[in-house]
């Protein structure tokens, strides 16, 4: 009889409802599509020989998460186990997200900036820039030439004269039917609003000459160029701060064929700047204090900017067989924490639970080194922890 009732205590233990980001809080069916995309990304660097070591990084990234509950109900992403791989379609997503955000900030800085001197608002172009396609074997070579070729185009005198301030975005696009590459530019520039009155105005055939002189060309480059319209700034600035590369160009159906096509990307884009701000964008980023994009991809710069009041941080870890993140532990906060601390904090806890599992004692020492102590004491006091002080599995 007895054993009977310890049997279904058991049962009930083990079916005992969990909370858990996509079943609770719905809204993360594409986070998933991008990790199982992460986990096949995984298999094919375990198959390569060259990338192999990174096979198993690639396979945890976005593991553990930590978001945190904002006064209002919004969840924000606050830490977690990026594995921050160029080609990680979970990484790549949320670099994509910062810029967006870092763009929409700067543009409105700019906007604002216009208003106080009573002077009118900068007007935007979008511009891109390519060269001809090219095989694997050259892809790397063909974007040393293309950064190498920007530098000398963005020191032209037409350029210096119209152009404001500019974003640039690099993007490599793959045909599978012919196997080519294809590397080019996005950019988005700033111009007067007297450049439309012909104050330095670049005429698209002057365009295309200054980029086939500047990257030395046999031939015209293909190159567009085209104003936004001041209504529809936001989906534009959405499309320049897109993927570097899409996942579908270098994750085969069948895995096998991706380990050659991810060789070779993995190669041509490893310690390439993404990313640039230049002239009055540069200045905008400077003045707001913005970090860099492709370094810190949770979401603490935007609760920090925006002087959120984070009420509770919600720890969770992905479940491989439910497919879902399951929620661990919830740790209440103390009104008023900054989103950087409580950003470093909640990093710190996932650095102790990896070093309970084996991992490094370093990495938890200097997230906790780089923590204000003021934040420290305020978390000490407030932290709620369950009784044995370790996280439940
Ligand atoms: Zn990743």
Request: charged share 30%; with cysteine.
């Amino acid at each position: 009889m007895q054993q009977s009732i310890k049997i279904s205590d058991d049962c009930q233990e083990q079916f005992h409802p969990q909370i858990c980001l996509r079943k609770n809080f719905g809204l993360f069916e594409n986070e998933l599509k991008r990790k199982k995309a992460a986990g096949d990304l995984a298999v094919v660097y375990g198959w390569s020989r060259k990338l192999a070591g990174r096979a198993w990084k690639v396979r945890k990234c976005g593991d553990l998460t930590v978001f945190s509950l904002v006064r209002g109900g919004v969840r924000r992403l606050m830490a977690a186990n990026f594995c921050c791989e160029r080609l990680c379609p979970l990484c790549m997503h949320r670099r994509s997200v910062r810029v967006f955000e870092q763009m929409t900030r700067v543009l409105n800085w700019l906007d604002g900036q216009a208003a106080k001197v009573g002077r009118t608002r900068y007007r935007y172009l979008l511009l891109t820039l390519t060269v001809k396609n090219c095989e694997g074997e050259a892809l790397k070579d063909s974007i040393d030439h293309l950064m190498h070729s920007w530098n000398k185009f963005n020191q032209r005198k037409p350029f210096k004269k119209a152009v404001k301030g500019y974003f640039r975005a690099f993007e490599v696009t793959r045909n599978d039917k012919t196997g080519e590459y294809h590397p080019h530019f996005h950019l988005l520039l700033a111009v007067n609003p007297s450049y439309f009155k012909g104050d330095g105005y670049i005429k698209q055939s002057e365009w295309v000459r200054l980029w086939r002189e500047a990257a030395k060309l046999d031939y015209d480059p293909i190159v567009d160029i085209r104003p936004i319209k001041e209504n529809k700034r936001f989906g534009e600035v959405a499309e320049v701060t897109k993927y570097t590369v899409k996942s579908k160009d270098y994750i085969h159906p069948d895995l096998e064929k991706s380990v050659p096509i991810v060789e070779t990307l993995h190669g041509a884009l490893f310690g390439r700047r993404l990313y640039f701000f230049g002239g009055v964008f540069a200045e905008a980023r400077k003045a707001l204090k913005l970090e860099d994009p492709e370094k810190n991809l949770t979401d603490g710069e935007e609760v920090k900017l925006r002087q959120e009041c984070i009420v509770a941080l919600e720890y969770f870890r992905f479940d491989h067989g439910l497919d879902d993140w399951v929620l661990k532990k919830t740790v209440l906060t103390p009104d008023g924490v900054n989103g950087r601390d409580i950003s470093l904090k909640a990093m710190a806890d996932m650095a102790l639970e990896d070093v309970k599992a084996g991992g490094s004692m370093k990495k938890y020492e200097n997230i906790v080194q780089a923590m204000r102590p003021a934040a420290l004491d305020a978390f000490a006091n407030a932290v709620v922890e369950d009784e044995n002080g370790e996280v439940q599995e």
